[in-house]
């Protein structure tokens, strides 16, 4: 009787609470949510960003203070934040959902007199960020060219995290590719005798990852595309146009055995 | 003494603990799940078989539902990425496994026979255990109606999972799912009778409702299998891919925005 009185309580119970899920077996083939690391500057101060990021429509995992350099968890990484938005990289898009953004206090730009000035990252606040971004590779085992800047996976609508941004210190960390400096000073020389037509440059663009246009013409498009790149790798001038230097950096990058991570 | 010691040691611990330490005090408010879709498959085989291939094998799924007994086994945790959308699309999003939920239904599919291509249809019981898996998933992650999708949906040129013979409308009972209202279709069904719109429509209108279709206005094979997996869903009597007045009139309604209340 008291079996009987059980079994219909468990029947009662199974019937208004969630299903019984059997946890015995396991899949090998499972990883990650994130794959991507985004990293942003936030154009505005400390509280402002704060503020912005917590309370606004647009949020990161972390925020990363400059004076003191403190690092700020505002999203657990299990979850979705708003910080990438529309987005590309290499086929997948909207990468907010597969993706952990660091934001870094910055403020970006100033346009003067003189032209744009843009704000370097202190050292300290720098060391931060590559300790935080080897804490998250490690975690979720994400693969060096994964590592964006928001620029790269919006080129036109974004240029954080910037030019200054120094991105060879992630390199040297061994964070993330870097084009050998010997085979894009071969490359290039071979490029400044004739430098390849805008559909070469557009389709080394795909090859790395960009949603670039594929119509051989020089649009706007394809120029912030080629200025993003440029930002990254080459943050001397980012100008947007194709040169011998850019085409051999781009040619590099693209082929596996010549990328030397250090 | 002891507890300058203790601090040396604090310190030393601090140290060596992996990572930097991360301020955890402000939290934001835009935040959500990375689990944004809920994908329906089927297995194609037993559940041994099934079992065996989700978690020995390449690929896996977040669950597997068998049929006799209708138990439900929770392969890989929901917080991690399960691989069985495959390359996919919806609505602009693409990679869906790092987005997604994806549910295994044992079934056998389809079988040829003579008499043509034979469907197995899912016991009841197996079914009230999916509506229940689902309630609970979409409760627990904000899933909206609209993005509990067939594995057809988002790779209708290479997959026809769930097939025809799954209920969606039992769930669309339910609330789960999008679900024409019957209502709004008669007097569009009429006009759509007197005069078929051309295959541009179709495509355009597929494309709103969120499926990766071509739009050069031509019924295509692509196309064709669009319009087969869409007519699998809301018209599983008959999903031949052909433009017809009734497909119309479902596609019509559900993407006006008072038309696809359940």
Not at chain 1, 170 to 198: F, R
Not at chain 2, 207 to 233: C, I, W, Y
């Amino acid at each position: 009787m008291k079996n009987l009185l059980c079994v219909i309580l468990l029947g009662m119970l199974t019937g208004c609470a969630t299903p019984y899920i059997d946890r015995t077996y396991n899949s090998v083939g499972q990883d990650s949510r994130v794959q991507f690391l985004i990293l942003h500057y936030t154009a505005v101060d400390f509280p402002t960003s704060l503020r912005l990021l917590t309370e606004g429509q647009v949020s990161s995992h972390y925020l990363v203070n400059d004076n003191p350099p403190t690092i700020y968890r505002l999203v657990d990484e299990n979850r979705r934040a708003y910080h990438a938005g529309v987005s590309y990289w290499k086929g997948a898009a909207q990468l907010n959902a597969s993706s952990i953004g660091i934001e870094i206090v910055n403020l970006g730009y100033r346009d003067t007199p003189d032209g744009r000035v843009w704000f370097d990252y202190p050292q300290a606040q720098m060391d931060q960020v590559i300790a935080l971004v080897k804490k998250i590779v490690k975690q979720h085992d994400i693969k060096p060219e994964r590592i964006l800047g928001h620029s790269d996976i919006a080129p036109g609508r974004k240029t954080d995290p910037g030019p200054r941004f120094p991105w060879k210190q992630l390199a040297d960390a061994g964070l993330m590719p870097w084009p050998d400096a010997g085979s894009v000073a071969l490359k290039q020389a071979g490029y400044e005798q004739q430098l390849p037509d805008v559909a070469w440059f557009q389709q080394k663009l795909d090859q790395h990852g960009f949603a670039v246009p594929r119509s051989g013409e020089l649009d706007k498009r394809t120029q912030d595309t080629i200025s993003a790149f440029q930002m990254k790798y080459r943050n001397g001038r980012f100008d947007g146009l194709p040169d011998a230097e850019t085409a051999a950096l781009l040619d590099v990058l693209t082929a596996p055995a010549d990328v030397k991570a250090k | 003494m002891i507890r300058l010691g203790l601090c040396v040691f604090l310190v030393a611990l601090a140290g060596c603990a992996s990572g930097p330490h991360i301020d955890t005090r402000y939290t934001s408010k835009s935040q959500d799940s990375r689990a944004q879709f809920l994908i329906i498959h089927y297995t194609a085989g037993g559940f041994q078989g099934s079992l065996k291939w989700l978690t020995e094998g390449p690929v896996s799924s977040h669950y597997l539902v068998n049929d006799d007994p209708a138990a439900i086994y929770g392969l890989v945790d929901d917080n991690r990425r399960a691989y069985h959308a495959g390359v996919s699309y919806w609505k602009g999003n693409t990679q869906l496994n790092a987005s997604s939920i994806g549910i295994e239904i044992v079934n056998l599919g389809s079988k040829r026979s003579l008499d043509g291509t034979q469907w197995f249809d899912f016991p009841p019981a197996q079914i009230d255990a999916v509506i229940a898996l689902v309630k609970k998933i979409v409760k627990e992650h904000s899933i909206a109606p609209d993005r509990v999708l067939a594995h057809s949906d988002i790779a209708p040129q290479r997959k026809t999972d769930p097939g025809p013979r799954f209920p969606w409308k039992r769930l669309a009972d339910e609330g789960l799912v999008q679900w024409p209202d019957a209502g709004q279709g008669a007097l569009r069904r009429t006009a759509f009778e007197a005069q078929l719109p051309d295959v541009a429509w179709f495509q355009q209108n597929l494309s709103k409702h969120g499926f990766l279709v071509p739009l050069h206005g031509e019924l295509d094979k692509e196309t064709r299998n669009v319009l087969a997996a869409f007519q699998m869903k809301y018209r599983p009597a008959n999903f031949d891919g052909t433009p017809d007045a009734e497909t119309a009139t479902l596609l019509d309604v559900l993407n006006s925005p008072s038309g696809n209340g359940k």
